[in-house]
């Protein structure tokens, strides 16, 4: 069993940065592949980006592409997920997930486990 916990949400000015974490309890984390998913008020949940099981393999929306950076720590237990350049557009709430296989993906159905979510709010 795996269990997650999102941290590093909050408020930011538009053009500011946030660093959202995932801490992982469990012995599967090191083998599987993590994601972050957000999800806007109305509208459904969407991929943002995610990595697998060694953090060579990285993959991102493209909305995101060159402002955000996944990244992991094994030894830690965590993934990160590193906002430059925010835009109001990128307010939701935002969800670490995590799968059993090493294999990285966008598809929601595909992960195995979920966090309870961070907000993260950019006003302009």
């Known amino acids: 069993q795996v269990q997650l916990v999102e941290s590093g949400g909050g408020l930011v000015q538009a053009g500011g940065s946030l660093r959202l974490s995932c801490a992982a309890t469990g012995p599967t984390f090191s083998s599987g592949a993590m994601g972050w998913f957000r999800q806007a008020p109305g509208k459904e949940r969407e991929f943002v980006a995610a990595i697998n099981r060694n953090g060579v393999l990285k993959s991102y929306t493209d909305v995101v592409k060159g402002r955000f950076t996944i990244s992991r720590d094994n030894a830690k237990n965590t993934v990160y997920l590193q906002m430059n350049s925010l835009k109001s557009e990128d307010t939701a709430v935002y969800y670490c997930?995590?799968?059993?296989?090493?294999?990285?993906?966008?598809?929601?159905?595909?992960?195995?486990?979920w966090g309870q979510g961070t907000q993260v709010t950019v006003s302009s």
């Open positions: 997930a995590a799968r059993l296989s090493g294999l990285s993906t966008a598809t929601m159905s595909e992960y195995d486990y």
